[in-house]
């Protein structure tokens, strides 16, 4: 027979001794000096009249900082402002819930466009860091997603099909790297494409001259404008298909000895033919995934038996079931916008102003990026793909004492620690990579 001891009681003090729960912030910060977040923002970003308090760089990389060690709302900073070893080695505490507040409405589209810059210059470092140049190949993933404001007092929170109030920003990541190239904030009832032609322009000037882009779209972005201003700036793209009677007719039309086994799925095929819009002289290239009706489904007499998805595209040399499943994997870009709003908080929209929430939400893109780029850069386990939750339990989240040594600091993790030796060498690796020319 076995006794089960019960865990002893446990009281409650205070240490005076400088501690810190977020040891891993470190490697977070080497990363942002890597890319040049605070100098990219100082250099562009003027929002500020006075020169007191906080600078631009310091409110930008300190609320970045705190959204990717896990804030997901102002109210968090108020417990990263906390940690006071962070604090003398960041060398600036971290904005006050209510600081923080008083900054981002203070932008203006202006101030935006601004940060826009600034944030281009970093994305166009990192780039150059991660070995990305001239004949290399980047995918850029385009999609929107719905983002709820709790009031309809917000500024451009319209009640949409969701049932809620909410706002509707366009979202870029390039799948190689699962980072957020570019954000911009619409308003609620925005169609999914507004403005997507300008958003696509903006989003390649953050890629470097020379790289070939793939660009994905799902259907939703269907425009033989975008895909005319595409083609004449070079970039190859893939973009869904709605259906219609004509389009439906066309398929109907395609030989069956003409369609060719999936690459990855064991049911389905893909064939390709020639289409034009009733409107336009130009045919492109379509691309079309079916799979038959299983026995005792609901058929229609439009589809024949079978259900169809549909793509477009203007590479004519890769194959059509390559073509077709690189497409189905634009589904990745799904898991970009689910981690933005489980692991960054981006669930929700809180603030009142337009410019204020557009504001976050490039900070809540920066701070997911600075976790990807603290991966790759400092090669952290890189042949898995560390989600926010576990890059933090496992490298971020490590408990540690600051000591000083002679005139240098060093912080004291614990011995048991398992994974010291991959931190080390993680945060060797950043601290070699060279600083910003400048």
């Avoid at 005076?16 to 912030?25: E, K, L, N, V, W």
């Avoid at 609901?298 to 998805?309: D, M």
């Avoid at 898991?335 to 204020?356: Q, T």
């Avoid at 900070?363 to 939750?389: H, M, S, Y």
Wanted: charged fraction near 25%; charge should be positive; glycine fraction near 8%.
């Amino acid at each position: 027979m076995s006794v089960t001891r019960e865990a002893p009681r446990v009281d409650i003090s205070t240490t005076d001794r400088p501690i810190t729960a977020q040891a891993g912030a470190v490697l977070i910060r080497q990363a942002t000096k890597a890319v040049g977040l605070a100098r990219a923002v100082g250099t562009h970003l003027h929002l500020k009249q006075r020169t007191r308090g906080f600078s631009e760089e310091q409110f930008v990389t300190g609320m970045a900082e705190a959204v990717a060690l896990g804030a997901d709302c102002l109210d968090d900073l108020a417990v990263a402002r906390g940690d006071l070893v962070q604090q003398e080695l960041r060398g600036f505490a971290v904005p006050a819930p209510q600081t923080a507040g008083s900054f981002l409405r203070r932008f203006t589209l202006g101030h935006i466009r601004a940060l826009d810059v600034a944030l281009r210059a970093v994305h166009r470092r990192a780039f150059e860091l991660l070995g990305i140049g001239p004949g290399d190949r980047l995918t850029l993933d385009f999609d929107s997603s719905y983002v709820r404001s709790y009031s309809s007092r917000r500024q451009g929170a319209d009640p949409t099909w969701t049932k809620r109030y909410t706002l509707h920003p366009l979202m870029c990541f390039v799948a190689e790297f699962a980072t957020c190239l570019h954000a911009k904030l619409r308003r609620g009832r925005a169609g999914s494409s507004t403005g997507i032609a300008p958003f696509v322009t903006e989003c390649l000037r953050r890629v470097p001259a020379g790289v070939h882009v793939r660009a994905r779209f799902d259907s939703a972005f269907y425009s033989s404008k975008l895909f005319a201003d595409l083609e004449r700036r070079g970039v190859t793209y893939i973009c869904g298909v709605p259906h219609n009677p004509r389009l439906l007719q066309v398929i109907r039309g395609v030989p069956d000895a003409d369609y060719a086994p999936c690459v990855d799925k064991e049911q389905g095929e893909v064939a390709e033919f020639g289409y034009r819009l009733a409107s336009e002289r130009v045919f492109r290239r379509y691309v079309v995934k079916r799979i038959a009706i299983a026995p005792g489904e609901q058929a229609t007499l439009e589809t024949a038996g079978y259900r169809y998805w549909v793509s477009v595209t203007n590479d004519h040399i890769t194959d059509a079931p390559t073509l077709e499943s690189e497409h189905r994997h634009k589904a990745l870009v799904e898991g970009g916008m689910r981690e933005l709003k489980e692991n960054f908080g981006l669930r929700v929209l809180r603030k009142h102003g337009f410019m204020a929430n557009w504001a976050w939400l490039l900070v809540v893109a920066t701070g997911l990026n600075l976790c990807r780029w603290t991966q790759l850069l400092g090669k952290i386990e890189p042949d898995r793909d560390l989600r926010a939750k576990r890059l933090r339990f496992r490298y971020l989240a490590v408990p540690a004492m600051l000591v000083r040594s002679g005139r240098r600091l060093m912080l004291k993790l614990a011995a048991g620690y398992p994974l010291l030796d991959r931190f080390v060498a993680a945060l060797a690796r950043l601290r070699a990579l060279p600083l910003p020319a400048g």
